[in-house]
């Protein structure tokens, strides 16, 4: 039988999709679409399209494509603001005079104790009342009100030369006293500048009011100028935010938002306040105590859990405790020490948990995580009991989830039950206040010798210290720390940018108390450095704050120079200058085979800058001039900026590549030194 | 597995966005929301279904907790509960098929709201299976539109079942 020798049509089949990586279409569009300058700043999460972009353009042209690092948080749209501030004030000044809000004075008038007031002059009696004495803030059109009242309170104003600035200076204000830091910004960008703080004071839990200008209610909405949703714009970067729309609400709106920044785990909460607001009546009810049915406070932690832990701690042979920016919070520090003492626990901390505890001592294991201490790292995957308190198993702590502290039971005594069973399975929750808990469960806690899990503990911290090579004839960044450090006796206030030099400070810099290493730990803000250090510096006068900081942190907010000068603040930067963004740089070497795509930079000269601005300018280029310059700029009365011109391809080591296990450390070995 | 959610918060301004804000911000998906007054006028009620396992839907109940204007979660897995959807759905109907129409709008339990001489529209009320039973049940006449609510719940108080 014949088989059909038709030439068979093969079926119709729908073109298949050419797949690539996301990098790759992510250009693809770009290119498709005309795009021919691109305006950004590099980073580990976007590191893949720099790559990209760097892959496609660089070879064929042959030339650095046009990318120019702008600031981050403007683009290309950013503008000079104080001239559009200044250009505001007409156009809204008009928008003042006509409106006032319809209050019926009669309905709550007779309220016992109740006064009426305009609501500029409530938010300042509020302020008062909340015993704030520093403001950071910007002006606009519609904070003018309220700035007219400001004009005669007995508030210290701090006018940063951007609000992103005077975020981070509240901020900052707030980590080094533990009082509650408040930032007012203008309605439009001037809220919207405010963004990239409060994203940092979220993540670190840092109690912060932010109120912001808001264009007259009944403009809300209608794309009024340098309107911006901001309460939708912030809900996911702070604990609570809200909108003021009826003056009766202004006052208590005001005492809650200090209540919710303060309370629980801190965080920033955010007022926007609509300009009629602040020209209306409105009442200020009698002070009472603050109940808001959907926010309860279980600091006590429960009794039998708490047993249960201490029992655990007993128990164990290889414990080690974990300690985050919680027992700073807390004020749990001098507990902890005690807890640790007694029950003869090794202690690590977090990069936001440094100064809880004493780190000159034999069971203080130092940082833990993706570039901490071999010895911390090593101590928690060999654990049989891990207590975390106040950390939250971040996963620059944790690295590899699946095979984190793969023995260890874990404890967990944290004010948040969101961050319990999080990110990894918790045998033992103790919901609660860090020093309540541990006060606790003191009583509990035996002293056990464990002898064995000390002597390895001592063992590997003899084998894996923090090391560099000391024997080259370049500034090593360590260096410069390790020496800051020995001139300034471990007792500077240290703020740091984000990045290398920032690793660097939390492995050579050895902290002795809470609130004493000031950094952005959860977002990992570049540019934080100087305007934290100023923010400091403003709630300690009498202490010498110093901002270590890298060029391209630094060269993201040196505008606030201005700021130290105009408020004679002698704050010091210690300027780690590679010339690169070290951090990003070393990934780049170390993951993307030395393609250095987009993240060199040409600097300015930074010393003659900072004369410019009206500080000290020191440019240091040889190892041997390094201890001269610190004692320099100690010495100075002026703020003062010292350039390091540090060894540009220095890495930080240890390193447990992403994704990677805890003990799968990197660089233990590099050094093979006498 | 599918979890029923059911939030006291408070009738303010804003609130759903804080919700629906959150959901879109830690990645977890919404399977249906139904938010309405409650007879405290202060309080609304946000019966939310979540599909994942228990570790994600447990920490979808303390992320909802935790922001401040949502007052109390419950999450009803593992509870005897009561819960309903509501659904209008307008069918291709002409009229010599009305007869088995209406048989099958009976056998529901279902009501006619309207009819016309093409259509005709119904409303179903009852626990999920139902609905989407008698949507495949209408399929092959037709289905011109459709809309349902999510699903609200309730936990039963006695032990007794009335009606399912």
Known sequence: MAISSLPQEAPAQPPTPLLKPGREVIVDILIEQGVDTIFGYTGAAVMPIFDAIYRRIFPHTGTVPNIGPACPNCSSQCRNYGNCAANGIDKETRCLTPLFVENDMSKNGNDAGTVYKPGSQVIVDMLLEQKVETIFGYLGGVVLPLFDKLYDAPIRFIIPRHEQGGCHMADAYARATGKPGVVIATSGPGATNLVTGLATAMMDSVPLVALTGQVRTDLIGNDAFQEADTTGITRPITKHNVIVKNPNDLAQTIREAFHIATTGRPGPVLIDIPVDMQLAQCPIPPKKDIELPGYKLRPQGHSRQISMAAQAINAAQKPVFYVGGGVIISGAAETLRATAQKANVPVTTTLMGMGTYDQSRAESLDMLGMHGAAYANFAVQHADLLVSIGARFEDRVTGNLKTFAPNAKIVHIDLDPASISKNVHVDIPVVGDARQVLEAMMPELEHKPRTEWFEQIAAWKAKHPFRYDKKKDVIKPQYVIEELYRQTQGDAIICTGVGQHQMWTAQFYKFKRPRQFITSGGLGTMGFGLPSCIGAKIAHPDKLVIDIDGDSSFNMTLTELSTAVMYKLPIKVVLINNGYMGMVRQWQELFYGRRYSQSSLVNPDFANLARAFGCAGLTVDKKTQVPDAIKQMLAEEKPCVVDFHVDREENVWPMVPAGKSLHEMNGLDIFEMA | ?164
Do not use: W
Request: glycine residues 6%; proline residues 5%.
């Open chain 2, 1 to 164: 597995m599918k979890h029923i959610l059911s939030a006291l918060v408070l009738n303010k301004p804003g609130v759903l966005a804080h919700v629906a804000g959150m959901f879109a911000a830690r990645a977890f998906n919404i399977d249906s929301l139904a938010v309405g007054p409650t007879d405290d006028p202060s309080l609304s009620r946000m019966t939310i279904v979540v599909v994942g396992d228990d570790r994600v839907v447990e920490q979808v109940r303390k992320q909802l907790a935790k922001i401040i204007s949502v007052v109390k979660v419950q999450d009803f897995v593992g509870q005897d509960t009561v819960s309903r959807d509501l659904m209008l759905i307008s069918i291709a109907c002409p009229p010599e098929k009305r007869p088995e129409m209406l048989a099958l709008i009976e056998m529901f339990n279902a009501k006619t709201v309207d009819i016309g001489p093409k259509f005709v529209m119904v409303e179903v009320a009852g626990p999920e299976s139902k609905i989407e039973a008698f949507i495949e049940a209408c399929r092959p006449y037709g289905i011109k539109s459709l809309v349902r609510t999510g699903t609200v719940a309730m936990a039963r108080q006695s032990h007794g079942k009335i009606e399912e």
